[in-house]
């Protein structure tokens, strides 16, 4: 045996160890996003170090699953769609993200804000509250806070990231 053969039957062995990557790629190429067993994992590219993990549980309380994940650039992060929830999920990949507000209240208070802030920075998350659940996104050509939620019904909806909210149906496609 050559002495080079030992050292690379171990890189081959620890290449074989590490599990093939699904789910996707952050748009800046630094991050790996994937869903297993009811949880969003996210890690670091290239090594494969989990950074973030978390239970896909929607304001429900019940586990869910992933409908349809989407690398976003701008704001950057990752979107979620849970399976069954009228629920989307964007999780930032900014550490100066957020804070991200959630619920509301009402104060008297001078200079009282008028919500909640729950998450902020680095996997920071947002709810996006739906009319309908979700079973697939994609990027509207030529905006970049807007994107498109398919139903399961077939239907289209168009989703600004900004306003956190539906903002009507998609627009119709002329070549059909």
Avoid at 25 to 47: C, F, K, N, Q, Y
Avoid at 64 to 83: D, I, K, M, R, Y
Avoid at 152 to 158: A, F, I, L, N, Y
């Amino acid at each position: 045996m050559t002495p080079r053969l030992p050292l690379l039957l171990t890189l081959l062995a620890a290449h074989l160890a590490q599990p093939a990557l699904s789910g996707i790629v952050s748009t800046d190429g630094h991050w790996h996003a994937e869903t297993i067993a009811g949880e969003l994992i996210i890690a670091s590219l290239p090594d494969g170090r989990e950074h973030h993990r978390r239970a896909l549980m929607p304001q429900s309380g019940e586990r869910s699953a992933t409908a349809a994940l989407l690398a976003h650039q701008n704001p950057h992060g990752v979107l979620l769609a849970l399976e069954g929830a009228a629920e989307l999920w964007f999780i930032a990949l900014d550490e100066d993200a957020g804070p991200f507000h959630q619920g509301f209240v009402h104060s008297y208070i001078a200079g009282m804000e008028e919500s909640l802030a729950s998450e902020s920075g680095l996997f920071a998350r947002q709810r996006i509250m739906l009319e309908a659940p979700l079973i697939r996104l994609q990027d509207e050509p030529d905006e970049i806070y807007i994107l498109q939620g398919i139903r399961t019904d077939g239907t289209c909806v168009r989703i600004h990231l900004i306003a956190k909210r539906e903002i009507g149906p998609c627009p119709e496609d002329p070549s059909q």
